[in-house]
């Protein structure tokens, strides 16, 4: 099948299982809700358009959320381009966002170079913490990804242990950190709103994971170990290593967008749960078909489905949780190697057809020749 014919399919499949996730979504809210024409004009609309005017500050807001879950999208991505089904960027979002907040509380440092310090900080623990689960699939051949997922309750449940024990503001009727200290925070890139500079960083991030994973002698690796591990160990390239780096990379990548969301949106650390933004990417991620230059699109659509989803709550009555189950139909529909299998064997029968017909005529035109 040419590229040309396979990226369509692609395109096609997922805008079918979009608008089934949203079918389903549909009939949810015609369930639940009062009034189900304002529920719709909530989810669909009024996230940028509000009262027949455009909804500013709503916009911006589905700007700033995207911030982590592109993050979070670029680490699945590179992972998962190793065909590494690691789930543990939940954990290097929460562990990298809270010692990027410690080191904002405690570690007095200039303006510019404490944020660079937190940040950095909190990328390095990430792709730290990733080691473990990356070394044991190489050594042990243990599953990464139950490895992974039980790594994000054992970073959960230690943060909040030193959160209660140690670094906890006694002062307060919830339990949360002392304030960062104002040259820790990233500033706002429009006032009086969420987003922060941590967008403009975001961005540049999928560029630079873009460049990496299509213009790199490393990414080339990666790419290549997902399509066929055994070829790529036969053909020399150092496998193991590899595996450890995509993990070690989607760690980084994690790590970087808790600190970023963490210094850029709130005032203290308060997560008491894992923050869902590692969850998320793996939809996004999905949407994106592993490639970093469609990830901050996918992260826009899942962040305005999530603000439409907010608003109707709010609005309407019905319940927040709306969006889980639209990325849940998502994922299901992607997931399934068999969906549209039958569009997908009509399209190769047809291009096979008309191959051959295009080298029988070849042959009949240099046989008229001779």
Not at 27 to 55: H, K, Y
Not at 187 to 196: R, V
Request: contains cysteine; hydrophobic residues 55%; charged residues 15%.
């Amino acid at each position: 099948m040419e590229n040309k014919r396979q990226n369509m399919f692609e395109f096609f499949r997922g805008f079918v299982a979009i608008a089934i996730a949203i079918f389903v979504a549909f009939i949810l809210i015609l369930i639940c809700a009062d009034d189900p024409g304002q529920a719709l004009e909530c989810l669909l609309i009024r996230p940028i358009i509000s009262n027949g005017a455009l909804n500013a500050k709503s916009i911006f807001t589905i700007l700033a959320r995207m911030t982590p879950i592109i993050f979070t999208g670029l680490a699945v991505c590179v992972m998962f381009s190793a065909n590494q089904f690691n789930l543990g960027g939940e954990g290097a979002v929460m562990l990298g966002g809270f010692i990027a907040a410690v080191i904002g509380i405690y570690l007095p440092l200039g303006a510019g170079v404490h944020v660079f310090i937190a940040i950095l900080a909190g990328a390095i623990i990430g792709g730290l913490v990733m080691i473990i689960p990356a070394v044991i699939k190489v050594k042990l051949k243990a599953s990464e990804m139950v490895c992974s997922l039980m790594m994000n309750y054992v970073i959960m449940f230690i943060i909040l242990h030193f959160l209660n024990n140690v670094f906890a503001d006694r002062s307060k009727g919830a339990t949360q950190t002392y304030p960062f200290l104002d040259t820790a925070t990233i500033p706002k890139m429009i006032p009086n709103t969420e987003l922060s500079w941590g967008f403009a960083i975001a961005i540049i991030a999928t560029i630079i994971a873009a460049y990496f994973m299509h213009r790199t002698r490393w990414g080339y690796s990666i790419r290549m170990i997902g399509i066929n591990e055994s070829f790529s160990k036969y053909s020399g390239m150092k496998v193991g290593s590899i595996i450890v780096l995509s993990q070690v990379i989607g760690g980084m990548l994690s790590g970087m967008g808790g600190a970023i969301e963490m210094l850029g949106r709130y005032k203290t650390f308060l997560w008491l749960d894992l923050p869902g933004y590692g969850w998320t990417g793996i939809t996004v991620a999905i949407l994106a078909k592993n490639n970093p230059i469609m990830i901050p699109f996918a992260a826009f659509f899942i962040s305005y489905l999530n603000r439409g989803c907010e608003l109707m709550s709010i609005y309407a009555g019905v319940p927040a949780e709306m969006i889980d189950i639209i990325q849940a139909v998502i994922f299901l529909f992607f997931a399934a190697e068999h969906f549209l299998s039958g569009t997908r064997q009509k399209i190769v029968v047809k291009e096979t057809k008309e191959e051959l017909q295009k080298k029988q005529l070849e042959t009949a035109k240099e046989g008229g020749n001779a």
